[in-house]
């Protein structure tokens, strides 16, 4: 994975409002790469090595918090971000819509 490539995710999601979330699917298709959603996945795991983004208002297309990021939920929470009983976010309340 390229550098540019990483830059181009971390800045998209500098986008994403205090309080909503976004999916690695939208994410994609906003740099330009729509069949790249897992892509987005694997360089918000790697995010702290280039810079701060909140990677924490990323979740997959059924609102699922991201694997190994035990932090995501409490992030979440202190922003106004409920979670379903289920532990995803509800996508139809809280999505951004950019």
């Not at 690695?24 to 740099?31: E, K, P, T």
């Not at 976010?89 to 819509?97: A, E, F, I, N, R």
């Amino acid at each position: 994975m390229d550098d540019a490539f990483v830059f181009q995710v971390l800045e998209a999601v500098k986008e994403i409002p205090k309080g909503q979330v976004a999916t690695y699917g939208q994410i994609a298709r906003l740099i330009g790469r729509p069949k790249n959603a897992r892509l987005v996945g694997k360089a918000l795991s790697m995010s702290e090595l280039y810079e701060k983004a909140p990677c924490h208002r990323v979740v997959n297309a059924s609102g699922r918090l991201a694997p190994n990021f035990d932090e995501q939920a409490e992030l979440l929470k202190n922003e106004g971000v409920t979670l379903k009983k289920n532990g995803c976010v509800d996508l139809k309340t809280y999505q951004w819509h950019a």
